[in-house]
């Protein structure tokens, strides 16, 4: 007999005579008709970003000027100093969603770094620290793929080629790498650098032009739909120097990075800038524009410390400073000198910078003034004679404790600095309040400790007033430098009548 072989039929599935409903709660839900299951049909569409990256080859750190264009593992770290994301919307599903185009600059030179994604986003900031590795740089003729200010590019694609990869530094950033602007050297101007009013007054059609600013204000960030239908967003920053102000913008993605800067504080040095002047001058970022955040130069500092002065808000009775001046030995010191207010005031302000080698510069000596003005009687009538301050709010009264109507502290006060007014001598004069007096040397022109002033009767108060006024008193002094400006204040420890 001859062998049976099996039909066709045999090797297909019976179909079952159940109802769908029935089929599927029989069927696994994990399991697709093709095999595979739905956690691994969705790795393969939509694979996990690297988090951990190993270098598969050896990779040549190098610095942005020292690379030629080809094929090379090079890596290099530089700061971002400008991007923009271009989106390339595709239905496959491994393709790129967007590049990001990014001139990442160090300390020798710029280059443009076109990063293509699929799923990560990067949430890159002007000035972030990154660290590049891939296995080719370009040159880009025509200016269409680079600008012309950052020519060399490399163009990578982490998600999908594992032998690039791109890397921000958030918690690993100093603050001090790759902070030197091109082309500076220490004790000569940068060149290209000019003032916001000579930018503004036809500036800008110099190429390679540079402004260094200061971050005024930060407006909120508003998001609107463009005519394409395309979802966007920008923000307004008010910038200013000792000349001009300004307002910066800030679209796309980039608008994220004003939520890092600190009003008064930041300092941005912007190359080759985009500008509209009508009756206020606009500033934006072009694909040509590079952002150096707290630039490595001497102006950074000085115009921090510029804009920190304009908004520095005195306190209204600062103490006077213990355990700076010597005064046991300057008061046994037979050298005793007397200085005028010309000489004081030339001294602080030829100190080169407030201080010395040893620190911040100080000296002590006598003044010999006539007072010009007390306001004993019209502080007492407001109830002003005692104050201080707290939690950022001035405290006032005829005592010498009150409390604190934000954290409900007891409050010890000290006496007015308004209650003396101008002093003379025969070269200059004071202001009002502008003096720090110790509490001995209130007692000793006074004739009162601050308790027995806020005791005594108003008619007391305004004979002591009438007592002083026009008197010529002996004033021991010491100065020294505040932080950050050259001129400090009169500390003034002790009085002869």
């Known amino acids: 007999m001859a062998p049976q072989f099996p039909s066709i039929e045999q090797f297909f ?4 005579s159940q109802s769908p409903k029935k089929r599927a709660r029989s069927s696994s839900p ?6 595979f299951t739905e956690a691994e049909v969705d790795a393969v569409l939509h694979p996990p970003a690297n988090q951990t990256w190993s270098p598969p080859n050896e990779y040549e750190e190098i610095d942005i000027a020292a690379l030629i264009p080809g094929p090379k593992c090079v890596t290099f770290v530089g700061r971002v100093a400008n991007f923009y994301d271009q989106g390339t919307p595709s239905k496959k599903p491994r393709a ?5 185009k990014i001139i990442v600059k160090d300390d020798t030179g710029a280059l443009t770094v076109r990063l293509w994604y699929a799923n990560k986003d990067y949430n890159l900031r002007l000035g972030h620290l990154v660290t590049v590795w891939t296995p080719h740089i370009s040159h880009s003729d025509t200016g269409q793929l680079a600008p012309s200010s950052a020519p060399l590019f490399a163009s990578i694609f982490p998600e999908r080629d594992r032998s690039c990869h791109f890397m921000v530094h958030e918690n690993s950033d100093e603050g001090v790498q790759c902070k030197t602007p091109l082309g500076y050297k220490v004790g000569q101007p940068l060149a290209g650098l000019m003032t916001l009013k000579n930018f ?24 609107f739909t463009t005519k394409k239908g395309i979802p966007a967003e920008n923000v307004n920053i008010g910038v200013f120097d000792d000349t001009a102000e300004a307002s910066l913008t800030l679209w796309g993605s980039s608008a994220a990075s004003a939520g890092a800067w600190k009003v008064s504080h930041t300092i941005l040095l912007i190359t080759e800038p985009g500008w509209r002047i009508d009756k206020r001058a606009w500033i934006s970022l072009t694909s040509s524009t590079q952002v150096d955040v707290n630039p490595a130069i001497l102006d ?7 804009a920190q002065r304009l908004t520095r808000r005195e306190h209204v009775n600062p103490p006077f400073p213990e355990g700076v001046f010597d005064t046991e030995a300057a008061e046994e010191s037979q050298v005793r000198i007397l200085y005028t207010l010309a000489d004081i005031d030339e001294f602080a302000r030829t100190a080169p910078g407030g201080k010395s080698s040893f620190g911040h510069q100080k000296f002590m000596g006598y003044l010999s003034v006539i007072i010009m003005e007390l306001n004993i009687t019209s502080l007492h009538r407001r109830n002003m004679l005692m104050c201080t301050e707290c939690c950022g709010v001035p405290l006032y ?14 409050i010890i006060l000290r006496i007015n600095p308004r209650l003396l007014g101008p002093l003379i001598d025969e070269t200059g004069t004071t202001s009002t309040g502008k003096l720090i007096l110790s509490a001995a040397a209130w007692k000793q022109l006074l004739g009162r400790t601050a308790q027995e002033l806020v ?3 108003a008619d007391i108060l305004k004979y002591l007033e009438q007592r002083l006024l026009f008197v010529r008193v002996t004033l021991l002094f010491g100065w ?4 950050g400006e050259g001129v400090g204040r009169l500390c003034i420890w002790g009085v002869r009548m």
Not at 207 to 217: N, P, Q
Not at 300 to 306: H, K, S
């Open 30 to 35: 994990s399991q697709g008709r093709d095999g």
């Open 13 to 16: 599935e019976k179909q079952s």
């Open 200 to 223: 503004i007054e036809g500036g800008y059609e110099i190429t390679d032009g540079k402004i260094l600013v200061c971050v005024k204000s930060i407006g909120p960030r508003k998001k």
């Open 455 to 457: 005791a005594s009767a």
């Open 96 to 100: 790129a969603k967007g590049c990001v």
């Open 480 to 483: 020294i430098a505040e932080e």
């Open 397 to 410: 009264a005829n005592a010498t404790s009150a409390k604190c109507k934000q954290c409900d502290k007891e």
């Open 300 to 306: 950074t500092e000085w115009l921090r410390g510029f």
